[in-house]
């Protein structure tokens, strides 16, 4: 069975951080594509960043968040997670992880078959 549990948000103050944590199991997360999505009230979902099959050795950020997140993998835990510094009000946003086993283009969510429940991020004074 796949579930995706993502832990690590929270309220935090613009200029902050926080790390998501993105639990899997029915897969071993080197041998998959993992996504991170958010989506803010009102607003579509977007793609923030994407660390492929270790076989593909690539790593993608969206680019209102390069330089400020970082996305890693710690095989040992099969989990993936989110690094987000220098956080601003408009990350605000509930945060997805999800899964992918054929990856063509990281920022489309129809390439990813199964998500986490989505946890919230709110970044405010």
């Known amino acids: 069975q796949v579930q995706l549990v993502e832990s690590g948000g929270g309220l935090v103050k613009p200029g902050g951080s926080l790390t998501l944590s993105c639990a899997v199991s029915g897969f071993t997360v080197d041998s998959v594509a993992v996504g991170w999505f958010r989506q803010a009230p009102g607003k579509a979902r977007e793609g923030v960043s994407c660390?492929?099959?270790?076989?593909?050795?690539?790593?993608m950020y969206a680019d209102s968040v390069k330089g400020r997140f970082t996305i890693s993998r710690d095989n040992a835990k099969n989990t993936v997670y989110l690094q987000m510094n220098s956080l601003k009000p408009e990350d605000t946003a509930v945060y997805f992880c999800a899964v992918s086993t054929w990856l063509v283009q990281w920022q489309f969510d129809v390439e990813y078959k199964y998500w986490g429940q989505g946890i919230q991020v709110t970044v405010s004074s």
């Open positions: 660390i492929s099959k270790s076989a593909e050795g690539r790593i």
